[in-house]
């Protein structure tokens, strides 16, 4: 079965490291126990259109939310805290810097 609780396949198609899992039907069969935490993500993308792409492009990470952006950090509400985002978040912030490199040399 590939349905997924949250939309929690779609991360393993662009490679950030999430997925369901062997047995789909747990997920549906709403036994699933979440332990959510917020963590404290360090930024190093200068305030501005980077920062606001990866801001919103996180809240398209499954079970991600942003709730706070701070000058240097933003602070971002896992729905389970055994969820292994941080990679993620790290190669997205990589990934955005060298798009914008790549636009800017274009332009």
Request: aromatic share 10%.
């Amino acid at each position: 079965m590939a349905v997924c609780f949250a939309g929690v396949g779609v991360g393993q198609c662009v490679g950030y490291g999430f997925g369901c899992g062997s047995d789909d039907s747990v997920a549906l069969a709403g036994s699933v126990q979440f332990e959510g935490e917020f963590i404290r993500y360090p930024l190093s993308l200068s305030v501005g259109l980077a920062r606001q792409i990866w801001v919103g492009g996180v809240g398209l990470f499954p079970g991600t939310l942003v709730v706070a952006v701070e000058s240097d950090a933003v602070v971002i509400h896992v729905l389970d805290k055994n969820m292994s985002v941080l990679a993620g978040l790290l190669t997205f912030e990589r990934y955005l810097v060298r798009l914008l490199a790549d636009v800017r040399e274009e332009v």
